[in-house]
């Protein structure tokens, strides 16, 4: 009898619910872009402005992005673990907001401790979506996939197509995932100094540093700074909102039908876009 694999046991055809339920997962995974709502806020190249910062602002962000990351990460494995309500959108929203108030106020200078607060509002918030798409915050991986978000987050309009869709970036993290999630089960506690941990941080910090350059370059523009830091980091919110959705529902279909069914689908609606 010839072996079968999880997807060999699974439905090959998605239901109208979970085809349209994929077809915004599409949407919000294959156009993840920070800078076009801000560009919409103020009618600026907010994503041109970004490449545009100067080194000292780059290596800034750089430090508050691992910062930000490894604080989140510590959430992750720990208070969502222990804690798994899900919590109010709305709340977070607003305790996001509150918090680029400040960072909109006092500008790079305040990124360091700003951006951190921000990171964990936000990962909670990725949570709620998480555990509403039926995931299990118990296990490292489903808890890993919630910092993962900020990656998949942190593209950019003039990536490449071929390396820069959900599944590419997805893919690129994966090794990295696995092996963090398989560390974080056998020792139950994690260090800053794991090297299997900050290679996955590492990864995910390349992309989120790209949407955190967004962000500043947003605040410091005289255009969209008028509007205060709060506006601008309720789009980075809801930015993160939008992909985590998509990319739970993406993990939700994959339990049910198999990644390979999935994953077909999921290219025809991309080419269809």
């Known amino acids: 009898m010839t072996d079968l694999t999880p997807d060999d046991l699974t439905m090959d055809r998605l239901t109208p619910d979970d085809l349209e339920a994929l077809r915004r997962a599409v949407h919000a995974l294959e156009n993840p872009s920070l800078a076009a709502r801000l560009t919409n806020m103020g009618g600026k190249p907010i994503e041109l402005i970004g490449y545009a910062l100067p080194a000292s602002a780059s290596n800034a962000i750089s430090a508050a992005t691992s910062k930000a990351l490894w604080a989140g990460l510590k959430v992750a494995l720990m208070t969502m673990r222990r804690n798994p309500r899900a919590g109010s959108q709305l709340l977070h929203r607003a305790l996001a907001t509150a918090s680029g108030a400040a960072g909109g106020a ?37 808890a890993l996939s919630c910092v993962q978000v900020f990656a998949l987050g942190g593209r950019t309009g003039s990536d490449d197509a071929a390396e820069s869709g959900y599944f590419a970036v997805r893919g690129i993290l994966a090794k990295s995932v696995t092996e963090a999630a398989r560390f974080v ?7 800053e ?39 601008v980091n309720y789009a980075f919110l809801e930015h993160f909102q939008d992909v985590a959705r998509g990319h739970f529902i993406v993990r939700r279909l994959e339990r049910i039908y198999g990644k390979h069914v999935v994953r077909e689908e999921y290219t025809r609606l991309a080419e269809q876009h």
């Open 106 to 142: 006092f500008g790079l200078a305040t990124l360091p401790i700003e951006l951190p607060v921000s990171t964990i509002i936000m990962l909670r918030s990725i949570a709620d979506i998480a555990q509403s798409e039926g995931e299990d915050l118990s296990d490292p991986e489903a």
């Open 185 to 191: 089960a056998q020792r139950g506690v994690v260090t």
């Open 193 to 231: 100094g794991a090297p299997i941990m900050v290679r996955f941080l590492t990864e995910v910090a390349s992309r989120f540093g790209v949407v955190v350059s967004q962000k500043v370059a947003a605040q410091a523009f005289p255009v969209i700074g008028a509007l205060g830091g709060a506006a």
